[in-house]
């Protein structure tokens, strides 16, 4: 069974910095590309960055580019999203996803077959 335990949430205030995991099981993790998503409190979710499973290649969206970064330990089965510079946008519940299909964009939903249940960050101004 994959499953995918997101954790590193928590309040934090404007300018801070947190660290997100990801830890995966039930799959063969460095064959799979993992992404972050994130859903604000009456916003629709969505794509925050993604990191391959080949080259480690890494996508962002342009509101996070130069303050995230995505990284991934495979012998770990873990995936990381350093957030630093944040901002009370940023507030929002953060999912990790396992890539599943590549019919369309980094931040396309449809690509992602398996969820976290998601870890809730608060960004204080």
């Known amino acids: 069974e994959v499953q995918l335990q997101a954790s590193g949430g928590g309040l934090v205030q404007a300018g801070g910095s947190l660290r997100l995991s990801c830890a995966a099981s039930g799959f063969t993790f460095d064959d799979y590309a993992i992404g972050w998503f994130r859903q604000a409190p009456g916003k629709e979710r969505e794509g925050v960055s993604c990191i391959s499973s080949s080259d480690g290649s890494t996508y962002y969206a342009d509101s996070v580019k130069g303050r995230f970064t995505i990284s991934r330990d495979n012998v770990k089965n873990t995936e990381y999203l350093q957030m630093s510079s944040l901002m009370p946008e940023d507030t929002a519940v953060y999912y990790c996803?396992?890539?599943?299909?590549?019919?369309?964009?980094?931040?396309?939903?449809?690509?992602?077959?398996?969820w976290g249940q998601g870890t809730l960050v608060t960004v204080s101004s």
């Open positions: 996803a396992v890539r599943t299909g590549y019919g369309g964009d980094y931040d396309d939903e449809l690509n992602y077959g398996h």
